[in-house]
T-cell receptor, first 118, second 113 residues
Framework: GAVVSQHPSRVICKSGTSVKIECRSLDFQATTMFWYRQFPKQSLMLMATSNEGSKATYEQGVEKDKFLINHASLTLSTLTVTSAHPEDSSFYIC??????????????FGQGTRLTVV | KQEVTQIPAALSVPEGENLVLNCSFTDSAIYNLQWFRQDPGKGLTSLLLIQSSQREQTSGRLNASLDKSSGRSTLYIAASQPGDSATYLCSYSRNSGNTPLVFGKGTRLSVIA
């Protein structure tokens, strides 16, 4: 299947600093990528839809100025958590579909990023 | 409101047992349903994808069914093994095209050797 790579897998940062998470589609081009957040023992919750060449679409309750999304190319979307606080500690994971593949309705996920803000 | 409910929340079985994980959803406009496996602290591995027009999909020891009219899906695991221990997530997408997934909270499975 298609491969989505996410980096870093783990990051620990101090409160008030910013953290950038990268999501890459390795063997296909993705005009749209999705960013989810998962708290312990909870569902994955959609944060935002990242659109190549245009502004991201944020879900209700997600601060766009805090979670900056950039989708500058067809294979890379980045999520920057700005001025991180301990309550931002969570598991962040990205997803994309391969629109040109035979499995064009199957969603593929990155490995996820465990963010801990201390 | 789009909701996905997975029952049970946790399950512990001895090795070799056949088991069924249940998923129900309230949205009637699903386009497809996808089951994932998630190991602790890891990303999601796609297991099976069922289109709304299909009733089941099989891959090895896994079989997933879909009853769109009743809003239910099941994941059947045959001859369970300790390596099957993980959290199993049920999700669906609405409409066609590039839409996000709606997830359940998952079923945490432990297979005891």
């Amino acid at each position: 299947g298609a491969v989505v790579s996410q980096h870093p897998s783990r990051v620990i940062c101090k409160s008030g600093t910013s953290v950038k998470i990268e999501c890459r589609s390795l063997d296909f081009q993705a005009t749209t990528m999705f960013w989810y957040r998962q708290f312990p023992k909870q569902s994955l919750m959609l944060m935002a839809t990242s659109n190549e060449g245009s502004k991201a679409t944020y879900e209700q309750g997600v601060e766009k100025d805090k979670f900056l999304i950039n989708h500058a190319s067809l294979t890379l979307s980045t999520l920057t958590v700005t001025s991180a606080h301990p309550e931002d500690s969570s598991f962040y994971i990205c997803s994309a579909r391969d629109p040109g593949g035979t499995l064009n309705t199957e969603a593929f996920f990155g490995q996820g990023t465990r963010l801990t803000v201390v | 409101k789009q909701e996905v409910t997975q029952i049970p929340a946790a399950l512990s079985v001895p090795e070799g047992e056949n088991l069924v994980l249940n998923c129900s959803f309230t949205d009637s406009a699903i386009y497809n349903l996808q089951w994932f496996r998630q190991d602790p602290g890891k990303g999601l591995t796609s297991l099976l994808l069922i289109q709304s027009s299909q009733r089941e999909q099989t891959s090895g020891r896994l079989n997933a069914s879909l009853d769109k009219s009743s809003g239910r899906s099941t994941l059947y695991i045959a001859a369970s093994q300790p390596g099957d221990s993980a959290t199993y997530l049920c999700s669906y997408s609405r409409n066609s095209g590039n839409t996000p997934l709606v997830f359940g909270k998952g079923t945490r499975l432990s297979v005891i050797a």
